[in-house]
């Protein structure tokens, strides 16, 4: 619980007794590679907290997957349109690898919230930061190169290589693995 505590403290101010209200109602959720935390179709109102492992959020589009996004540890994970909506996601969030999670009900975070101001503060700096990662990922498809979307990637995620498969990689910037061959051969030589 230690991550969590670090990761919520770095967001907003928490007194202790915020902390031990939140971490009363998380639980920890053990994924192995191959398991999904969500899947199109099956509501889930969960918000996860990854300590170790990483996860991968994609789409199916005619039998194809489009990654969407990759999530590592200290990120936040959740399908927060579909739980604000009351609906059903429409996209699958999976373990890349083993993966290790701290869970908390987003409708009991929520009554947390009323009771502090602390935690509602956190609660809209979450909301914010989920905004600003859909609004960036838009933005860079419609203002950006595939390499200018590739070079930010490798420099917020240097890791990713190692980590990520190549098609992966490919389908989260929009592009073949092919031509993710060839930029990534470009700037190897250059």
């Keep these: ?13 928490l007194t202790d007794e915020d902390i031990i209200n939140f971490t009363g ?12 935390w969500i899947e ?7 918000v ?18 489009i990654t969407d996004y990759f999530y590592f540890e200290n990120d936040f994970t959740a399908d927060i349109p579909s739980i604000i909506n009351n609906d059903s996601p ?7 690898s083993k993966s290790l999670l701290i869970t908390f009900p987003y409708d009991e975070f929520n009554i947390l919230c009323k009771t502090s101001p602390r935690l509602e503060h956190l ?17 860079s498809f419609i203002t950006q190169t595939v390499k200018e979307r590739y070079d930010r990637l490798i420099d917020s995620r ?20 092919q031509h993710l061959s060839r930029i990534r051969r470009k700037n190897n030589s250059s």
Excluded at 25 to 36: A, E, F, P
Excluded at 123 to 139: A, C, K, N, P, S
Aim: glycine share 6%; hydrophobic share 40%.
């Design 158 to 177: 240097p890791d990713i290589l190692q980590r990520a498969a190549q098609h992966h990689i490919a389908s989260f910037l929009g592009i073949s693995p």
């Design 48 to 65: 996860g907290f990854i300590e170790e492992g990483y996860l991968r959020k994609y789409y199916l589009k005619d039998g194809c997957e």
């Design 90 to 96: 429409v996209a699958f969030i999976i373990a890349m």
């Design 1 to 13: 619980m230690e991550s969590i505590t670090r990761a919520l403290l770095k967001m907003a101010p």
């Design 123 to 139: 609660h809209r700096l979450m909301i914010e930061m989920t905004f600003l990662r859909y609004y960036e990922r838009t933005v």
């Design 40 to 46: 199109a179709g099956k509501k889930n109102n969960q």
């Design 25 to 36: 109602i998380t639980t920890k959720k053990q994924l192995n590679k191959g398991d999904y």
